[in-house]
């Protein structure tokens, strides 16, 4: 309350005045005055102790605004205090280091300058060491070849010394025989009378020994008969026992081995029973009749006319009659090598299957092959099925095919083994184009089916067929990591069966087992819908573009078959089975032209057999029935019954169409 008494007020200003002796001086009795009057009002006021009450407050919050900045201007000092230490903290750590960095830079300078003096040293050392050898080689080879003249003068001298002494030793033993020629030749000849007298006497001895042995021999008949008999029986045991190993060996390995042609067969072996012989003896355990088509989907008139092919197999085994060879053919993937299996099966047969590629690198062997493979079919007691797959490759035509001479004695071989219907074994001949099989071929075929590719109906059974194997069944077993969403089955395998259009068998197990490993890749393992359409796009577009190759093939043989000779070639015409065609042509209908082309050549062909007036009788009845010829059997009998022409210097036309230059029969 310092402004009640006139205190603190403003200084004067600086005039001209003396300065006041003290600071009373100038003190104004005029604030004293009004405070007191100030305090007679206050004490008069009713309010005078809440006044005073609020001037006491007023000073305390002043005292305490002052000593919280007493406490900040300490707290600031303090951290003044603070940074100068750090900082000073700062600036030693620095000092340290660079103190640091000076030692390490003055260390490494004088490691520097070690190193340099040690490698310094080093390559005086080396220098030193190499001038050190070089002087020890060169000393070395001064005395290498002070030695080596030495020893050369020493052998110089040896050889003139030797040269000397057997000089000598010649004469003096020349001079010794001169003089005792007359000794010498004395003892040569008494050496040869004596050796004479010994050869002499010993031929006496040993003859009268012999003929004395010999005699008696001879004068003792129980002697004589022992040793005749049992030299007899010597050169018998040997040669019977040659033969019957060979004989022995033959009959096992026909009875119980395999020959190497075969790839697969399900006849008991002794090979397969010792690797696998539970597998074996549960396969022989349940080796029982199976329907014929089970697991095989075919055309209704196709599945008709092999269940009678199947039957009349059965039946044939059963009454031990001739079985009939059938030839297969059609696209790959339509169940032909099924068909076989089942049919094996079926008819209580044993079953091999073996394929045409590897008949050619056997070379030379193959002839021994080929009769070991129907050797071993005919052991069979319940009667083999022998399913010969791409048989193509190695029964195709001698007479205009270019192959090896060893192939072509396997060929010869096979017709030879074929050539009489047998109740031993049957032959199933399986090929994609047939056409290039060897006149004979086609003589000891009984059967010939067409496996074409499945038409709609089919297609829907295989897919739903192979959806259940490879999809539902996985899916239900619980056994495997596998399930499936939720939608129409059925409708799906029908839109499936449109969208393959084209695809074979195989393609559309090869599909199944793709959605099988579109779940299996999948994190949850889920068969989606979009999943199956997926892999069904990619399927139909890797069938297109085999479709393009097969097509591009066929236009370069055309090309090719253009411009060459004019003539008909050893392939013959194209049955049309290798692209999907609305309805494939029947064999009768291309066997018909080849008959009409072996007509025409009457003086080099036999006239047609019974058979082939049969089967051109069956392609009259069946032009009758249908009323018109099929537009592929049509090109195929015209691209057959026209042969080539070629016109000579005097235009005569005449045929460049030949037989079969062996001969052999159609």
């Known amino acids: 309350m310092s402004w009640l008494f006139g205190l603190n007020k403003g200084q004067p200003e600086a005039g001209g005045g003396d300065k006041p002796k003290d600071k009373w001086s ?43 900045k007493m406490k900040e201007y300490e707290a600031a000092v303090e951290q003044l205090k603070g940074d100068q230490i750090r900082i000073q903290a700062e600036e030693r750590r620095k000092t340290l280091n660079e103190e640091t960095k000076q030692h390490q830079a003055r260390a490494q300078y004088q490691d520097k300058l070690a190193r ?14 190499e001038e050190n050898l070089r002087k020890q080689e060169e000393s070395v080879q001064k005395q290498e070849a002070m030695r080596k003249a030495t020893i050369e003068h020493e052998m110089e001298l040896r050889h003139k010394n030797e040269l000397l002494r057997v000089e000598a030793e010649s004469k003096a033993r020349a001079r010794v025989e001169r003089e005792n020629a007359d000794i010498i030749r004395e003892q040569i000849r008494l050496k040869a009378a004596e050796h004479r007298q010994t050869v002499l006497e010993s031929i006496k001895t040993a003859g009268a020994v012999f003929g004395e042995g010999f005699r ?12 005749v008999a049992g030299l007899t029986l010597l050169a018998v045991g040997v040669y019977s026992a040659r033969n019957a190993t060979a004989v022995a060996g033959r009959y096992i390995e026909a009875r119980l ?43 209704p008139t196709l599945e008709e006319r092999v269940r009678d092919i199947a039957i009349a197999t059965r039946n044939t085994r059963q009454n031990n009659g001739l079985y009939r060879n059938i030839l297969m053919y059609g696209p790959p993937g339509t169940g032909k090598t099924l068909f076989a299996k089942k049919l094996a099966m079926h008819s209580g047969m044993d079953y091999a299957i073996m394929t045409g590629g590897d008949v050619a690198p056997m070379g030379r062997d193959g002839v021994t092959a080929m009769h070991k493979v129907f050797d071993w079919a005919s ?48 032959l199933v001949l399986a090929s994609n184009q047939p056409e290039q099989f060897d006149w004979a071929i086609n003589d000891r075929i009984d059967e010939i089916v067409n496996f074409a590719l ?63 490993a579109a779940a299996y890749s999948s994190e949850d393992g889920v068969l989606t819908e979009a999943m199956i359409d997926a892999r069904v796009d990619d399927a139909v577009k890797q069938h297109l573009q085999k479709m393009d190759w097969l097509h591009g093939e066929e236009e370069a043989q055309a090309k090719s078959l253009s411009t060459t000779a004019a003539g008909p070639t050893g392939s013959g015409g194209k049955m049309g089975f290798n692209l999907p065609l609305s309805e494939a042509p029947q064999a009768q209908e291309l066997i018909t032209p080849v008959l009409e082309i072996n007509a025409m050549d ?30 592929e059997a049509a090109t195929a009998e015209e691209s057959f019954a026209q042969p080539a022409t070629s016109a000579d210097s005097e235009g005569k036309v005449e045929k460049t169409g030949s037989s079969p230059k062996d001969g052999t029969p159609v």
């Open 454 to 516: 499945p038409g709609p109906e089919e297609r829907e059974r295989l897919v739903r067929l192979y959806f259940d194997r490879y999809v539902l069944e996985p899916a239900t077993g619980g056994r495997q990591r596998m399930k499936l969403a939720q939608f129409d089955y059925g409708k799906k395998c029908s839109e499936i069966a449109k969208r393959t259009k084209g695809m074979s068998g195989r393609e559309i197990s090869k599909l199944g087992v793709a959605w099988q």
């Open 602 to 631: 009457g003086d080099n062909i036999a006239p047609p057999s019974d058979i082939d007036q049969s089967v051109q009788g069956r392609n009259v009845v069946k032009q009758d029935r249908d009323g018109v010829v099929k537009a």
């Open 116 to 129: 340099q003096r040690y490698e310094d040293q080093l390559r005086q050392q080396q220098a030193l060491n």
């Open 26 to 68: 100038n003190f104004d009795p005029t604030g004293l005055e009004r405070a007191a009057q100030a305090a007679k009002e206050l004490d008069k006021s009713r309010h005078a102790k809440e006044a005073l009450d609020l001037a006491r407050m007023q000073e305390q919050t002043t005292q305490m605004e002052h000593q919280s």
């Open 216 to 227: 008696a021999f001879l004068s003792d008949w129980d002697k004589v008969t022992a040793t």
């Open 257 to 299: 081995g395999k020959p190497s042609l075969v790839r697969e067969t399900s006849r008991f072996t002794v090979g397969e029973a010792v690797k696998h012989p539970i597998k074996v003896t549960a396969k022989r355990l349940k080796n029982k009749p199976q329907d014929a088509l089970e697991g095989v989907v075919l055309s």
């Open 379 to 426: 052991t069979s007691r319940r009667g083999l099925l022998l399913f010969v797959d791409e048989a193509d490759a190695f029964l195709r035509k001698r007479a205009t095919e270019k192959i090896s001479e060893d192939l072509r004695a396997t060929l010869n071989a096979f017709l030879y083994r074929t050539g009489e219907q047998s109740n031993k074994f049957m």
